[in-house]
């Protein structure tokens, strides 16, 4: 249990943990212990084998087993850190789990503060595999660039600066770190002339790249502008509401769903999730995609989401094959939302209380119109009715035709669907027609026609 | 409703699913079976014995609603028939196909009740007296493919109802009762 030393941390329904406004997330760690090992009897509670998320403002502990419950992650101000240790590098240190510790205060009360009189020392044990020296760098870095101090003040641009740190990929920080002075011969050295050499390439790469990351940290700003132009409009249309006809309305309304999916403004990457990367991802995409899902009428295909999430992300764009991972991996959590395949191969999001027989009835009440009856209908139709794309509509009559519910018509003039009278004409008296039923009505809105 | 020649269509024969084979298993089963309905119905009314799947076939197009079988559905709806033992293909290649709207079994039946008719429960008749004499007008009998005919006399012929005896020419072969 977190108890009450920690400030709880909310987390999303598919257990990502919910950010404060500009912080982004720098580096993850799985398996980790956070304790206080000198001093057992404080109040600091002892948290295990948890994912631990470094932000440019908080160090956040997610429980592990089941991360999606929430209610026991915690989370450490990086204000209310006031000295991290250097890695000391003993004997011992070499057979244990690698540490890393810091000083945090602590109010009277025994809570982790920002402004407290006493002090604990907080040590981070890492069993899961994970680079160790790389997350004290990024700790070093963030603690030091003072991001929490310009929240809510958003003329200051030190976060902006923070987050194009974070953003350029940090391998230099590797386990070759500057002490590395042992001198390494035979196929270890070349190894390591290799790795220098990467190094070194990397390091003028990122020379070259300087101007994109001035370019992303203005990103940022034109995020926040926009943030800024949706509160704006936000508030004028309420206070004008009497005098703004409906088409500015319309306008306006277009210009806030444009500006809201504008930004995500801390996008998991591969840079700051390393191994976790699908899992973030997965968790990201789940809640993410409630909106467009809610919007779609609960099934959306993953090539529009795929073109959705990437315009959210804006320049940390992901593959389709990440989007793909990222779908499969929902299986493993408890999110509202699953991967679907179509026969025809056709990939779909949907939400889970999506289903079928509403698809179904609607479709079986479009096809029972009179016209339709008699002329059937196509794709295009289905899709003008039931509000969703023509290629959306095509899975929903195929899947009511495998159901029995339509049968088609492949001719000239196109394919279309019909209701399904096959069931209904009694085999033993083909020339029956039964007063009352599907057959009965298709028979007479063929003969008001002709 | 609509009509092809004497021959009344039932309405389901304007519905244009019904002339494309229908992918579904279970709906499809049920269109093969309408198919084989109408097939042995209108064979049956017209005396149709052979059906050229090549060939112009009056029930295999509709021109109201401008829809007309495939050649793939064609076979399918012919094998569906043959698979029962209501048709048998003439050729490897089944482009020709025999319809029995009734078995053979029933012909023989026909024959004997012919002969039973006529008062030739021992007497003789030539095969083309049978296909087109007086006596078999208005029977089923009355036209009757010569395959089909040749069939049901040899199943006769093993039961020792009749006996077929040759002459000179095809034209010439005749048939001995012993009912």
């Known amino acids: 249990m977190v108890g009450n030393c920690l400030p709880p941390v909310k987390i999303t329904g598919s257990g990502r943990p919910v950010l404060e406004p500009n912080e982004i997330e720098c580096f993850f760690l799985s398996g980790v212990d956070l304790l206080c090992e000198d001093d057992p009897t404080t109040s600091f509670p002892h948290l295990k084998s948890g994912l631990l998320i470094l932000t440019t403002h908080r160090l956040l502990w997610l429980p592990e087993s089941d991360a999606s419950s929430g209610g026991a992650a915690g989370g450490v101000p990086l204000a209310a850190v006031s000295h991290i240790f250097s890695v000391k590098k003993s004997l011992r240190s070499v057979f244990s789990s690698p540490r890393v510790r810091f000083q945090v205060s602590m109010s009277p009360e025994g809570r982790v503060a920002a402004v407290g009189s006493q002090s604990v020392v907080v040590t981070v044990v890492v069993r899961g595999k994970g680079d160790c020296d790389a997350f004290l760098a990024k700790l070093w870095e963030n603690w030091r660039a003072r991001a929490w101090e310009d929240a809510g003040s958003g003329s200051s641009n030190a976060a902006a600066t923070a987050a194009a740190e974070t953003a350029t990929p940090s391998s230099s920080g590797g386990i070759y770190s500057s002490d590395g002075t042992v001198k390494m011969v035979g196929v270890s050295g070349i190894l390591r002339k290799e790795q220098e050499m990467w190094e070194s390439t990397d390091r003028s790469l990122q020379d070259a790249f300087q101007d994109l990351n001035a370019l992303m940290s203005k990103a940022k700003e034109m995020v926040m502008l926009a943030e800024k132009m949706r509160l704006k409009l936000l508030s004028g249309s309420n206070s004008q509401t009497n005098a703004t006809n409906d088409e500015e309305m319309g306008s306006k309304e277009e210009m806030q769903d444009w500006l809201l999916s504008v930004g995500i403004i801390s996008p998991v990457t591969k840079e700051s999730a390393g191994a976790l990367y699908h899992q973030q991802l997965s968790r990201q995409l789940a809640d993410f995609i409630k909106v467009p899902l809610e919007k779609a009428g609960g099934m959306i295909n993953l090539i529009d989401i795929y073109c959705l999430f ?127 039923g599907i057959y009965a009505s298709w028979v007479q809105a063929n003969h008001s026609h002709a | 409703m609509q009509k092809l020649g004497e021959f009344k269509l039932p309405h389901f024969f304007n519905y244009p699913p019904y002339f494309t084979l229908q992918p579904v298993r279970d709906t499809r089963e049920k269109q093969i079976q ?90 003789v008749v030539t095969i083309e007296e049978i296909r087109s004499g007086t006596e078999s007008q208005g029977t089923d009998l009355h036209g009757i493919d010569r395959t089909i005919l040749n069939r049901a006399l040899k199943l006769l012929e093993q039961k020792g109802k009749l006996v077929v005896f040759k002459g000179t020419s095809t034209d010439d072969e005749g048939v001995k009762f012993s009912v």
């Open chain 2, 34 to 123: 309408l198919w084989k309905e109408l097939i042995l119905d209108y064979c049956k009314t017209q005396k149709t014995f052979v059906i050229a799947l090549e060939e112009e076939f009056p029930l295999f197009t509709n021109h109201v609603i401008e829809r007309s079988l495939t050649h793939e559905a064609r076979e399918a709806f012919l094998s569906a028939l043959v698979s029962e033992g209501r048709a048998e293909w003439m050729d490897k290649g089944h482009r020709k196909c025999l319809i029995l709207w009734h078995r053979i079994q029933d012909w023989a039946d026909i024959l004997i009740q012919f002969a039973k008719d006529n008062g030739l429960e021992d007497g």
């Open chain 1, 310 to 436: 990437n315009r959210a992300r804006g320049t940390e764009l992901i593959s389709p094959d990440d989007l793909l991972q990222a779908c499969s991996l929902w299986e493993k959590f408890d999110v509202p939302v699953v991967l679907r395949k179509f026969d025809s191969g056709v990939m779909v999001i949907q939400t889970k209380s999506h289903s079928d027989e509403e698809v179904f009835n609607n479709v079986k009440m479009l096809v029972m119109k009179p016209d339709a009856l008699r002329a059937g209908i196509s794709a295009s139709d289905a899709a003008r009715t039931l509000g969703v794309a023509p290629a959306m509509a095509k899975e929903h009559l195929l899947s009511a035709e495998s159901k029995g519910l339509l049968c088609r018509d492949i001719s000239p003039d196109g394919f279309r669907f019909y209701i399904n009278l096959f069931a209904e004409i009694d085999q033993d008296d083909i020339y029956l027609v039964k007063d009352r």
